[in-house]
C-alpha cells in the first residue's frame, strides 16, 4: 500500500525520510532532493519582500528545486547582489532581483513586468513583503498606519492584479499570500498590522474565487511567531510599550499565544509552500493555512 503510494506521490523519494528530512537541512542537502509533490523544475516565481526572513526561505526551497526566482526587497544593494550570485551559483537556478518599492503601484506592474520580460512567464507570485509598528491606537502615528496598509495590504492588490492576465494566459498560477496568526486574530498595540492581514485573508478568498477555473489558486499561510528581523525588532518596541523586560516579552507576549511555545522555523512554511504551489495543491484554494502551533484554535 505504502510503496503504491510512494511510485505515484513521490516518485523519486529514496525513501520517506529522505523525502521529509531534506526540509531541516541547508540548502546544498536540497539540492537535487526529491519532492513528494513532483517537480517545479522550469518554473518562474516572483517574491516579494525576499531579501530577508521568510521571503528569502522561500526564494532559496524554491531555487534549489530548479524555479527560476526574482527577488524583491529593502537593503544594502552589494549584500543583495552577493547574496542573488551566490545562490544562482550553488542551485544552478537563474536568480534576478529588482527593487520594487511596495509602496509605489507603478514600480509592482513594472516588477511583474519586468519578471515575464526575463523568464518569459510567471507560475508562482508570493506577496510576502511586510512592515510592522507596535504602538496603543491613540499614539498610532498615521504615516505607520499608511506605510503599513501599504506595503502590507495594498501591495498585494497591486501585484496580484498585474499577475492574474499573465497566469490565466498560461492556464496555470499559484498566488501565494503570507498573512500571519494576525490575519485571523488580534494582538493588543498592532491595530494597523491586524488590520492588513486581516485585508489579506479576505483579499485571498476573494482573488481565490475569481481565478478557480482558470488553473490558478491563491492561498494565504498564517504564520505564527518566526523568529526573523521583523519579530527581533519588535521585542525592544513590545517591551518599551509594554513596560516589561525583553525576555518577558518572548516568553510571556509571543509564544505564550502559541502552544507549543517555540518559534515557527522557515523549514516548516516552506513545506507548506511547497505543497501549495505544487500540482498537488490544484484543489486547496481560496485559504488559509494556519502554521502557528496551534495559536489560533485557542
Ligand atoms: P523581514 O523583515 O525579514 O522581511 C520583510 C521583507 O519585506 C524584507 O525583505 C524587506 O526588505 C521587505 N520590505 C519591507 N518594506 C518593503 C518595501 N517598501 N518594498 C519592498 N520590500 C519591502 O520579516 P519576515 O518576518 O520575513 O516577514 C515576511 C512576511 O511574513 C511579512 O509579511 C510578515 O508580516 C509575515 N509574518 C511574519 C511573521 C514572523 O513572526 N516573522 C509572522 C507572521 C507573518
Known amino acids: 500500500m505504502f510503496g503504491w503510494f510512494r511510485k505515484h506521490f513521490m516518485p523519486e523519494a529514496a525513501t520517506p525520510a529522505a523525502v521529509f528530512d531534506e526540509y531541516g537541512d541547508d540548502v546544498e542537502t536540497k539540492l537535487g532532493a526529491a519532492d513528494p509533490w513532483g517537480s517545479l523544475k522550469g518554473q518562474v516565481a516572483l517574491i516579494t519582500g525576499s531579501t530577508s526572513g521568510i521571503g528569502w526561505a522561500m526564494a532559496e526551497a524554491l ?14 544593494r552589494a549584500e543583495i547582489e552577493a547574496n542573488r550570485r551566490a545562490l544562482e551559483v550553488r542551485t544552478g537556478a537563474p536568480v534576478r532581483y529588482h527593487d520594487a518599492d511596495m509602496t509605489d503601484p507603478d514600480e509592482i506592474a513594472a516588477m511583474i513586468a519586468f519578471a515575464r520580460k526575463e523568464f518569459g512567464r510567471l507560475d508562482i507570485l508570493i506577496n510576502n513583503a511586510g512592515v510592522q509598528h507596535v504602538e496603543a491606537v491613540e499614539d498610532f502615528p498615521p504615516e505607520q498606519w499608511d506605510r503599513i496598509i501599504a506595503i502590507n495590504l495594498t501591495s ?143
Open 63 to 76: 531555487s534549489c528545486r530548479g524555479v527560476k526566482v526574482v527577488l524583491n526587497g529593502l537593503g544594502d
Open 156 to 298: 498585494v492588490f497591486h501585484a496580484t492584479r498585474a499577475a492574474v492576465p499573465i497566469m490565466k494566459a498560461q492556464k496555470r498560477g499559484r498566488i501565494v499570500n503570507i498573512a500571519s496568526a494576525h490575519g485571523l486574530v488580534a494582538s493588543p498595540f498592532k491595530s494597523a498590522y491586524v488590520a492588513a492581514k486581516h485585508g489579506v485573508v479576505g483579499f485571498t478568498k476573494t482573488v481565490g474565487l475569481e481565478v478557480a477555473q482558470h488553473g490558478i489558486t491563491c492561498n494565504a499561510i498564517c504564520p505564527g511567531y518566526v523568529m526573523t528581523p521583523i519579530v527581533k525588532n519588535q521585542i525592544a518596541d513590545q517591551a518599551r510599550t509594554r513596560g516589561i523586560s525583553e525576555e518577558e516579552v518572548v516568553k510571556t507576549v509571543m509564544l505564550a499565544a502559541q502552544p507549543t511555545r517555540q518559534f515557527v522555523t522557515f523549514d516548516q512554511l516552506t513545506g507548506l509552500l511547497l505543497y501549495l504551489v505544487s500540482d498537488a495543491g490544484a484543489s486547496a484554494n481560496a485559504s488559509s493555512f494556519s502554521v502557528d502551533g496551534g495559536w489560533t484554535a485557542q
